[in-house]
Each structure stands twice: as structure tokens, then as C-alpha cells.
């Protein structure tokens, strides 16, 4: 089951449907434009961003899901993912408490012109939805230390920072911060 039936505020002519290989450029053009945003944040489509290559095979793989938002040109406007984070699995282990069931909030990303409509929070509300009904009850993410407007539409959805910190190690020099909500 595929919780979609989150009410998507979407202008005329825009839709929400599952994310596919096929969207790969698109899904590319969407997450290197909004990287474009920030001085030294760069794109890299072989390297730590290549699962955008078949976007919706890699979370399934991963037992996930993602959608896409489409506008009435049916251009990539938004997108986002979820997969479970499992403890016993080596994912995430030290972070995860054994026990919780976690899905990991995956790629939230509205492109500029966009934003300013609920999208991302009712992305994000999505995400929780599939989770609650995959039997899951937190949910947790990770977020470039850059991107602090998605900071405030985390802390306004009932995300908490908890002060972990990791390095990528990647062309962007990016820090990435934990947050983490408990779901009812």
C-alpha cells in the first residue's frame, strides 16, 4: 500500500505520482538546480548523487518508495523518498535505537519556483504516511547544513535536530545534520 492520499495542494494542471528510472535527467536537472543555489554545493551524477540515475529501482531496492511532483508542462517540480532504516541491518545502527522502527526521509527537494505552495511539507507528510502504514513509527533525515530553509519546514513539521553531525567526504565539502520525529 502506497500512502498518497495526502491532500497535495497542487495548482491546476500539477499531479503526484511514484517516482521512475525514467525520470532520471529530470530528477537530475530538479537537484542540481536547487544545488545551484549554494556557493560550492556541485551535482554528482557519478558519484554520490548516481542513484538519481534509476531513482525509483534504488529505493525499492532499498524496500522504499518516491514520488515526483509534476507541473502541467509534466516538468519535475519537487520530489522526495522514504526507505526503512533497519538497526539489525547495519543501517544507521549507532543512530537508530534498537527496537524503533525508522524509515529515512530521502532527496526533499521543491525547485524555486515551486516553493512558497505546502509542497514540501505535504512531501513530507506523505513520507510519514507511508511509514505509518508500513509499521513504522519515526522518522529520520539528514540535511546539508546549507539549507536552512529546509531546517525551518523540518522543525515546522515536528523534526528535531539532534546535534549529529556527518562529512561526505564529497565535492561539496558537505556537513549534513540529523533530525529525527517520532510518529503517532
Known amino acids: 500500500m502506497i ?4 491532500r497535495m495542494p497542487l495548482p491546476a494542471g500539477w499531479s ?3 517516482a521512475r528510472d525514467a525520470d532520471a535527467d529530470a ?3 530538479l537537484v542540481g538546480g536547487v544545488f545551484a543555489e549554494y556557493e560550492g554545493c556541485v551535482l554528482e551524477p557519478d558519484g554520490l548523487d548516481a542513484d538519481l540515475g534509476a531513482w525509483g529501482t ?3 531496492g532499498l524496500g522504499g ?3 515526483v511532483v509534476v507541473d502541467e508542462t509534466d516538468r519535475v517540480v519537487a520530489c522526495v523518498g522514504v526507505a526503512p532504516l533497519r538497526a539489525d541491518a547495519g ?3 549507532a543512530m537508530t535505537p534498537l527496537g524503533q522502527r525508522s524509515v529515512e526521509l530521502k532527496r526533499l527537494y521543491v525547485a524555486s519556483s515551486a516553493r512558497r505552495r505546502g509542497l514540501g511539507a505535504a512531501l513530507v507528510e506523505l513520507v510519514e504516511g507511508w511509514a505509518i502504514a508500513h509499521g513504522r513509527d519515526r522518522v529520520e533525515l539528514w540535511s546539508d547544513t546549507r539549507f536552512e530553509d529546509a531546517h525551518r519546514l523540518y522543525s515546522r513539521t515536528g523534526y528535531t535536530a539532534t546535534g549529529d553531525e556527518r562529512e561526505l567526504l564529497d565535492t561539496s565539502n558537505t ?3 540529523r533530525f529525527e520525529r517520532e510518529l503517532p
Open 27 to 29: 530528477l537530475l536537472t
Open 65 to 67: 518508495a518516491g514520488w
Open 91 to 93: 543501517q544507521d545502527s
Open 58 to 60: 534504488y529505493l525499492s
Open 175 to 177: 556537513t549534513e545534520l
Open 3 to 6: 500512502a498518497t492520499d495526502v
Open 16 to 18: 503526484l505520482r511514484a
